[in-house]
């Protein structure tokens, strides 16, 4: 009996198609992508769980003192928290916490890559918070209150996971301005560094109207600068009245209304207004950095944004810095007479040997006979410490660190040893090590956060940078005299001894000797901005160097009298250079007129020892020295166990439960067809270690209903996946999904019904292999429409089947622009085949490779190079298409079709309007509008055929039996979430230009 075709909706696969590719392509950045860095588990974790009233943390072994200190933290901030924002939680608040940022990097609790720049992240379905510690107990307070201050907004705005689901709370956000400005205000108040950028923005006129703030690290500081405005203007009460409001009506700008009396763009330029009159002032009464040092490099003519930690060669005549002038961060040799740049030594950041150059935890560091520059990358698992031969830009040692993290190296005077800040058991400390055995030597330990060394000339002492002078206690609140507040001490590396050199009251930082040892060189900020300072060891005077408005960070002073450091300014950072800074008299008799020579009286108390919430780690050696002697007490083991200590001594192992991530679905009815709906659920431990993902589309029948569950093991370095799938689909067409052709347009449909099996094995962040398996079945009906009634008939039926194995080579080290990579390579190398193991199996070998590279030349300005090319032979033999927006503009879409395809693809990209909006009818705007100029060419043909792309007959031209060129240009915008693409293309043959033809598309770039 005949059965009635029935057209089936596109609603699944157009909701389904979407999310499996994003949950494909995210699965740690390898599974079912193509393209995509990857998250490289290299270590496995035993985590346990310490329980407390509000909170739960995460830690594996090595991690119970950090652990007991976080949950401690943690109740005191919820204290706070709760005060300060009138809720109480609904539940205890998950806070996973890893020992160092490259455990960090390996979570699987998000799928996003983590940069060297995230200090943690609060995820929003199960309100998880994730940190790292970075050495820094001070930077770990403020990353623990500024994720709490997240999770308790989360708590408010959206409560359960259920009820979120249910009511759709999750489908709003809060503008990331007033979410991050909450956190920063909560965690910092007001601090140095948002008063240095603020400072700058205002000034140099780069700070932003709020409602037009997108991401970056400006949206944290104008976000911590207004909230702080809001609440000093109108107090501390309107603020919590605007949190709950916004938890009720979801409308920001309503809720300013109501509270404030103004809407957000009202109190934006209220806000504004404020700043510049804060700020503008202060430019008469600034030096401007040039006054001291000379300008050798300027971002805002280079492309860069960050020109870092120079280091002046022993003669004094070079210097090597970062830079990532070039997209990545590199490694310079310049003049230190003019600033020319005479090679670049490193490539950063596209290699598995380099992978990171750390930006600000970092130095780099001549060797006494200025052949080699020592510095610290991470490579695979960890960091390494690498020799450089400046001559040949040529690695000649490296040592691996069993270090949680590396920062700070600084080269010995006689050649043999190398100090430097590691990260080991919750503690960063001092280490040496010797460059002939590769011994490290552990030289401080204790809690106290210990960087920046620097070797005194003569060797004796070790001036660095350490917050060890306050008592060890975390608190919610920044305190000024406490941990994260620097003075400057030195120790000796033959007897552990230590004394403080100097201590303002400010935060000292970066110590650099002179070269005749009497003297330090040090930034301080004691009025409010980073400045150099120089103190006298002789005679205790301390002098101010510059008065910048911006800030001066790591300084280093040569042993030729020439001193290097870098300024922020004009929203980036630069390198300055001076001869002789203190050496000329008229130099000291100008800063002696300013008031800027002072003498200080040494500060003879004893720094505080142990307090708080600490249990010392054992086998403590005593660290003797004058009056500032730090002695780790026989008794002190004795301190009495506080309620974190006791949560981590009962913590218990952790256990694989499953949750939703999220649920969505619909239904629908129609007369004709009946009842349909969809459902996608994707579900995951609490560690995001195993995850599950199913979607289905019911359509009347089983036999029409689409599903598709996949599930992923992703603990380890090597990534499994398997999966099973159910779908139906109608088509008109002379070439099925296959790529089977037939001698013309048939109604068909195709039942596929199968399995995957997938795996990935990254080499390193930027290079791995995907294998994959798929067994699929298709059971194809044939139509016929008889127009009397109506209807479709079947007429024959078969049943195709796929075995195919594959394997793919991908590599990847791109940055990213607004729309698109700007700078790096990306390839992909694959092959597959369908195994011929029965009648009905389809039977091909196929191959392609997608090469692309992309070259910046200017900010916002690159070139892009993309080259394709596929062949599949056998007696299935899979076709290719080529025409249309995504391979050959110009053209149809799919206009060229064969077993072997080739194109080319080559854009130059560059800004085009800023910012284009309608006032009427409707207030609509368009920002960062970029513009290409292209040209492709490209084609496709079949092994039967001899592939004579170009004819010389009546002129040299393209055939276009074969394919085609083009060229033209096209515009770039977003539009809510999306990428809008119009281009124009004209073709061409080399002989002639035909008229053009537009294409409107979605997605990003190449």
């Known amino acids: ?66 652990a007991s200190l976080v949950l401690d933290l943690a109740e005191e901030s919820a204290v706070k928290l709760s005060e300060d924002l009138g809720h109480r939680l609904h539940k205890k608040i998950p806070i996973i916490v890893y020992e160092s940022h490259y455990d960090f990097e390996q979570t699987n609790i998000t799928f996003e890559l983590i940069e060297e720049g995230v200090g943690g992240f609060t995820e929003i379905f199960k309100n998880r918070v994730v940190i790292p510690f970075t050495g820094s107990y001070e930077e770990l307070r403020h990353v623990v209150v500024h994720e709490l201050t997240h999770a308790f907004m989360f708590d408010m705005m959206y409560g359960g996971i259920l009820d979120s689901i249910l009511s759709a709370q999750y489908l709003f956000q809060v503008p990331l301005w007033f979410m991050e400005g909450m956190a920063e205000h909560e965690s910092l108040g007001w601090d140095e560094n948002a008063d240095m950028i603020m400072r700058d923005a205002a000034i140099t006129g780069y700070a932003m109207p709020l409602e037009m703030l997108g991401g970056g690290y400006l949206v944290y500081k104008q976000g911590q600068s207004a909230v702080g405005f809001l609440v000093d203007r109108y107090g501390e009460e309107k603020l919590v ?20 009396g103004m809407d957000v763009r009202k109190f934006s330029e209220t806000w504004l207004e404020a700043v510049r009159k804060q700020y503008w002032p202060e430019v008469a009464l600034h030096d401007n950095p040039s006054r001291f040092g000379r300008r050798i490099t300027d971002h805002t003519e280079d492309g860069s944004f960050m020109n870092l930690s120079p280091a002046v060669s022993p003669g004094g005549d070079k210097l090597v810095f970062l830079s990532d002038r070039d997209g990545h961060m590199d490694i310079y040799l310049a003049s230190a007479i003019d600033g020319k740049i005479l090679r670049r030594l490193v490539r950063g950041e596209k290699s598995m040997r380099f992978e990171v150059i750390p930006s600000f935890r970092t130095a780099l560091s001549w060797s006494p006979d200025e052949r080699q520059i020592a510095f610290v990358a991470k490579s695979g698992r960890g960091d390494v410490l690498y020799l450089l031969d400046v001559r040949r830009a040529r690695v000649v040692k490296k040592f691996p660190l069993d270090l949680g993290g590396a920062s700070y190296p600084s080269w010995s005077p006689d050649g043999t040893r190398i100090v430097l800040t590691g990260l080991k058991d919750g503690q960063a400390d001092l280490y040496l090590l010797d460059l002939g055995t590769g011994h490290l030597d552990r030289l401080t330990d204790d809690l106290y956060d210990d960087i920046e060394a620097s070797w005194s000339p003569d060797g004796s002492r070790i001036a660095f940078a350490s917050d060890r002078h306050w008592p060890f206690l975390l608190t919610p609140e920044r305190t000024k005299d406490g941990i994260g507040t620097y003075s400057i001490f030195a120790v000796n590396p033959a007897t552990r001894e230590i004394e403080r050199i100097v201590h303002t009251g400010a935060d000292d930082r970066s110590p650099a000797w002179s070269p005749d040892g009497g003297k330090v060189i040090f930034t301080s900020s004691p009025e409010g901005t980073s400045n150099l300072y120089s103190f006298d060891l002789t005679d205790s005077s301390l002098t101010q160097l510059t008065d910048v408005l911006g800030g001066v960070f790591s300084p280093d002073w040569s042993g030729s009298d020439r001193l290097a450091f870098s300024v922020f300014s004009e929203g980036g950072w630069d390198i300055y250079v001076a001869k002789e800074p203190l050496s000329l008299e008229a130099v000291m008799e100008e800063l002696a007129a300013e008031g800027r020579i002072r003498h200080v009286a040494l500060d003879t108390e004893e720094p505080a020892s142990w307090v708080g919430p600490l249990l010392p780690p054992s086998s403590r050696e005593s660290i003797s020295g004058g009056a500032d002697t730090l002695t780790m007490k026989e008794d002190s083991a004795a301190v009495a166990l506080l309620p974190g200590s006791l949560a981590v001594a009962m913590a218990r192992p952790y256990k694989v439960k499953f949750s939703p991530d999220w649920i969505t679905g619909g239904f629908q009815y129609t007369s004709a067809f009946g009842f349909g709906g969809n459902t996608e659920i994707s579900l995951s431990d609490f560690l995001g270690n195993h995850r599950f993902y199913i979607a289905s589309d019911f359509f009347s029948s089983v036999e029409e209903t689409d599903v598709l569950a996949i599930y992923y093991y992703l603990p380890r370095r090597l990534d499994l996946g398997v999966g099973a799938f159910h779908y139906k689909s109608y088509y008109y067409s002379r070439t099925t999904t296959l790529g089977e052709e037939f001698s013309e ?24 292999v995907d294998l994959d398996l798929t067994h699929l079945s298709v059971d194809r009906i044939f139509y016929e429409y008889d127009p009397n009634f109506g209807v479709f008939y079947e007429v024959s039926a078969r049943t195709r089947r796929m075995l195919s194995p594959g394997i793919t080579l991908v590599g990847d080290t791109v940055k990213w622009g607004i729309y698109g990579p700007a700078s790096g390579s990306r390839w992909a190398i694959s092959y597959s085949s369908g195994l011929d193991i029965s009648n009905e199996s389809m039977a091909f070998h196929t191959a392609w490779a997608d090469l692309r590279k992309y070259v910046r030349v200017a900010p916002g300005y690159s070139f892009a190079f993309r080259l394709v090319g596929a062949f599949s032979e056998g007696r299935d033999a899979q076709r290719f298409f080529t025409g249309g927006p995504y391979t050959l503009r110009g053209y149809e879409d799919f206009e ?54 170009f004819s010389r007959a009546g002129g040299f031209h393209m055939d276009p039996a074969f394919g085609g060129a083009s060229m033209g240009t096209g515009i770039r915008t977003g539009l809510a979430f999306v990428i809008l693409k119009l281009d124009f293309a004209w073709r061409t043959d080399f002989d002639s230009v035909s008229g053009y033809r537009a294409h409107i598309s979605i997605g990003g770039e190449f």
């Open 896 to 949: 060229f079709v064969g077993t072997r395809v080739l194109f080319v693809n080559t854009e130059f990209r560059f800004p085009f309007i800023d910012r284009l909006g309608l006032v009427w009818p409707l207030p609509i705007g368009l920002r960062n509008i970029k513009g290409i100029l292209f040209f492709d060419i490209g084609a496709a043909w079949s092994d039967d055929e001899i592939f004579r792309p």
């Open 241 to 260: 009245d605007i949190i709950h409001g916004l938890k009720m009506s979801k409308n920001l700008d309503r809720v300013f209304e109501t509270t404030l």
């Open 1 to 66: 009996m005949p059965k009635k075709l029935r057209v089936k909706g596109l609603a699944f696969w157009l909701t389904v198609g979407s999310v499996v590719f994003l949950t494909l392509a995210s699965a740690t950045g390898a599974i079912g992508q193509t393209f995509g860095k990857n998250k490289v588990q290299y270590r496995q974790f035993e985590w346990r769980v310490a329980s407390s009233d509000n909170f739960e943390v995460y830690f594996y072994p090595g991690e119970d003192t950090l």
């Open 745 to 768: 347009e048939k109604y068909f449909s195709d039942r596929n019904y199968g399995f995957m099996l997938l795996a990935s094995y990254p080499f390193g962040k930027f290079q791995r």
